[in-house]
């Protein structure tokens, strides 16, 4: 467990972008053991609700799902629905992307945000949130190098990591083996200069100290903004 790593430690992370060649824009974030690919669709259509209103902007939707063998046992294809954990982390990742995304630089277009888990060890949420930043990031530089769009269309820089009590210890990025034994486990997502876009999570046993809630928390804002001095000279 922490492999050698301090309690408010995050492990290492590299993200490879433009790792698809035919997507808008992608990347592959590599966050200890858990490895996550996003890529980025600019479709030119709005969603079915969206067509008959009077909406001015575009959209933005993520799905989001582990491959088979990303864990140690096969997991099944999700072929005909999707299941609810899955379903829970991609609007998650489309919420929190939209807060961030000046999405009335795309009229009537959706940007679709395809995010896959390749291995897992822990914290995939997080690492897809990540990925999926840093794959809207190489796209945003594309439509601004190519002219298309002329004003940079990312309104904060955001990432997201879990936060937890394991044994009675407060600690950030948890790995599988810390979360599946954790009393307490939070995904915070934030922007680099500290401001709160989302909070999940709870209690896995007792109730805690609210100061022991917010302390979380802060160590997680503290987190991202370390996260951002390591990953900002890897994007494109």
């Known amino acids: 467990m922490r492999q050698g790593r301090n309690s408010n430690e995050h ?28 890529t ?46 899955s379903l829970e982390i991609q609007r998650l990742i489309s919420r929190v992307l939209r807060s961030i995304v000046n999405l009335r630089l795309f009229p009537k277009q959706t940007i679709i945000i395809d995010v896959d888990v390749l291995q897992a060890d822990g914290g995939t949420r997080c690492a897809g949130i990540l990925a999926a930043y840093s794959a809207l990031h190489e796209m945003a530089n594309r439509l601004i190098m190519s002219g298309k769009i002329d004003e940079w269309p990312l309104k904060a820089e955001m990432a997201a990591i879990g936060v937890g009590i394991v044994g009675g210890k ?12 954790a009393e307490l486990d939070l995904n ?35 987190s991202i903004k370390e996260i951002f001095e390591e990953v900002r000279p890897q994007l494109k």
Not at 13 to 29: K, M, P
Not at 40 to 61: E, V
Not at 193 to 216: M, R, T
């Open 40 to 85: 980025i669709t600019l479709d030119k259509t709005l969603p079915p609700h969206l067509r008959t209103t009077s909406h001015k902007g575009g959209w933005l939707t993520a799905e989001y799902a582990m491959l088979p063998r990303s864990a140690n046992e096969r997991i099944r294809r999700e072929r005909l629905y999707t299941g609810g954990r």
């Open 170 to 181: 407060k600690l950030v990025d948890l790995e599988f083996s810390e979360d599946k034994v």
């Open 11 to 38: 492990r290492k992370i590299e993200i490879i972008t433009s790792y698809n060649r035919y997507a808008e824009g992608s990347a592959l974030v590599k966050w200890g053991y858990t490895h996550v690919l996003a």
């Open 188 to 222: 915070v997502v934030a922007t680099s200069d500290g401001k709160l876009i989302e909070v999940q999570g709870g209690s896995e046993e007792e109730p805690i100290e609210p100061a022991d809630y917010f302390e979380l928390v802060n160590m997680g804002i503290a």
